[in-house]
């Protein structure tokens, strides 16, 4: 016993000079320690956890802050009372059947400033088919003498239209809403006073009355003739994001036509904020992107982003190409009706060529029914091509 009490009271000695000798004696106060130790711990954490404010995001870890905007979810604005109205009736419209018709018929909807001079050859391309189309005719300056039985008495009441702005839009609607009336037509074509038919009419039925998806140009043209005519003014409605330009020369389907019709919202915002002479020396048209934005907005996959019909711009001014007389042929418009392609141009500095394919029903099809713009004296010359070629 006494052998193992010595040998507990050497150890516990041998421990304790040990310790002494090994571990020095800690000075200073112990609280300095301890808050050195909590700020380490903290910068580490706001390095591997950055906070959310952007200042002392930026300040603890801006690589961490990067990551982490990355990975938050894109706040989710609230719409307007006005937009939640317009939203819940837009989405029932499109969310609604049409209405089938056991006759379906085609409105040919005419936007003139007096005369038809294609008259004659718009009556040679309805004989026979009476009971498939309907004609509509807005005048803006002088009711014109009608020269074929199926023009006269369609002419719809008019108003004043100016080039470039909202009143161009008017027209449209005004067409459109007389042609609704008719609960037999199911395709909305609207033609200039100096467009012509490029194929014969069953042709022209079929790939209409056989689709379920609007012909509206709509494309993304970041230069100063596209997204350089958007005003912030149009927000929150309107964002540059869906801001798209196309062609006026439409055919839509009755889904469509009825929602145009509607919108209320939408149209104020390009009456107000898109027209000539806006801020800061910038031109809008509203005809050039009020519906091309609409329905990236709403329908994107209901329309094909592209007119059906043709236009050219090659000469690169402010009007498309002129084709006079001396220009008309058979080839000319077996040409134009063979086109697959659509192809837009940005007006920005790199020019940019945008190449859609034409799909029909999922087929790829040729893009175009008619085509503008023709001089009046070409007439003889389409009236002698219709006549001797019915296969166009």
């Known amino acids: 016993m006494k052998t193992a ?67 938050q979810p894109i706040p989710v604005r609230e719409l307007t009372d006005a937009e939640r109205a317009a939203e819940v009736v837009i989405k029932e419209i499109l969310r609604t059947p049409t209405v089938q018709s056991k006759k379906p018929k085609i409105a040919f909807m005419f936007m ?41 008495g369609r002419n719809i009441r008019s108003e004043k239209v100016e080039w470039g702005r909202i009143s161009m839009v ?26 012509v ?3 014969n009419f069953d042709y022209v039925y079929n790939h209409l009355i056989f689709t379920n998806v609007s012909f509206i140009d709509s494309f993304e043209d970041p230069g100063p003739h596209g997204g350089g005519r958007y005003s912030e003014n149009m927000l929150p409605e309107v964002e540059k994001k869906n801001f798209r330009k196309g062609s006026q020369w439409f055919t839509m389907k009755r889904q469509h036509a009825i929602l145009i ?28 992107h009020y519906l091309p934005t609409l329905f990236k907005m709403f329908d994107t996959n209901g329309i094909t982003s592209y007119s059906v019909t043709y236009t050219d711009w090659s000469e690169m001014k402010w009007h498309p190409r002129l084709f006079r007389a001396k220009d008309v042929s058979f080839d000319l418009l077996k040409t134009m009706g063979s086109i697959q392609d659509s192809i837009h141009i940005t007006s920005d500095e790199k ?35 219709f006549s001797n070629h019915t296969t166009i």
């Not at 498939?132 to 009711?143: C, D, G, I, L």
């Not at 019709?261 to 904020?273: E, M």
Request: net charge positive; with cysteine.
């Open 112 to 152: 003139t400033p007096g005369p038809l001079p294609f008259e004659k050859l718009w009556d040679l391309f309805f004989q026979g088919h009476e009971d498939r189309f309907t004609v509509y005719v807005h005048a803006s300056k002088e009711a014109p003498a009608h020269v074929s039985r199926y023009f006269i």
């Open 261 to 288: 019709t509607a919108d209320s919202l939408y149209y104020n915002k390009f009456r107000d904020y898109c027209r000539p002479g806006m801020e800061e020396g910038r031109n809008c048209y509203s005809d050039e």
């Open 170 to 195: 008017d027209a449209e609607r005004r067409l459109v809403s007389n042609a609704l009336r008719d609960p037999d037509n199911q395709q909305f074509v609207l033609l200039s006073d100096s467009c």
């Open 197 to 199: 038919p490029i194929h």
């Open 351 to 385: 020019r940019t060529v945008l190449t859609r394919p034409c799909m029909w029903n999922g087929m790829k099809r040729p893009c175009y029914l008619f085509a503008r713009k023709f001089d009046p004296d070409s007439l003889d010359s389409l009236l002698q091509i």
């Open 5 to 71: 009490r010595t040998w507990r009271l050497d150890m516990k000695e041998f421990f304790m000079f040990s310790g002494s000798r090994h571990r020095p004696h800690v000075k200073g106060p112990k609280w300095i320690v301890v808050l050195v130790c909590m700020v380490s711990i903290f910068l580490i954490a706001a390095y591997t956890y950055p906070p959310r404010s952007s200042a002392a995001c930026n300040l603890f870890s801006p690589s961490g802050c990067y990551v982490l905007k990355k990975l």
